[in-house]
Nanobody
């Protein structure tokens, strides 16, 4: 079992930045592939980005590539999402997800463990 807790969400103006964190506890964090998903009202949960358990590979949705950066600190059992040049369409609840072997899967149903989510609102 892995417990995930997100933090860092908030309200920001378009063009601004936010940094989300996801702290993990439970099983060995360093063995898990990690990802960020987001869900806007009335829409399905969508893939944002992911990082391999080794930290050596990342992949991003085309809508955020070049603006968002995912990273992990296995010593602190934490992953991060640095979000720059934010747009109103980035507004959503952002979820952290973990799974032993889901890297490369962009379907949210491929991830076993989830945090409670943190709200990100970008005003125009």
């Amino acid at each position: 079992q892995v417990q995930l807790v997100e933090s860092g969400g908030g309200l920001v103006q378009a063009g601004g930045s936010l940094r989300l964190s996801c702290a993990a506890s439970g099983r060995t964090f360093s063995n898990y592939d990690m990802a960020w998903f987001r869900q806007a009202p009335g829409r399905e949960r969508e893939f944002v980005c992911a990082i391999h358990w080794t930290g050596t590979s990342t992949n991003y949705a085309s809508s955020v590539k070049g603006r968002f950066t995912i990273s992990r600190d296995n010593a602190k059992n934490t992953i991060f999402l640095q979000m720059n040049s934010l747009k109103p369409e980035d507004t959503a609840v952002y979820y952290c997800a973990a799974d032993p072997s889901a890297y490369g899967i962009s379907d949210y149903r491929g991830y076993r463990y989830w945090g409670q989510g943190t709200q990100v609102t970008v005003s125009s």
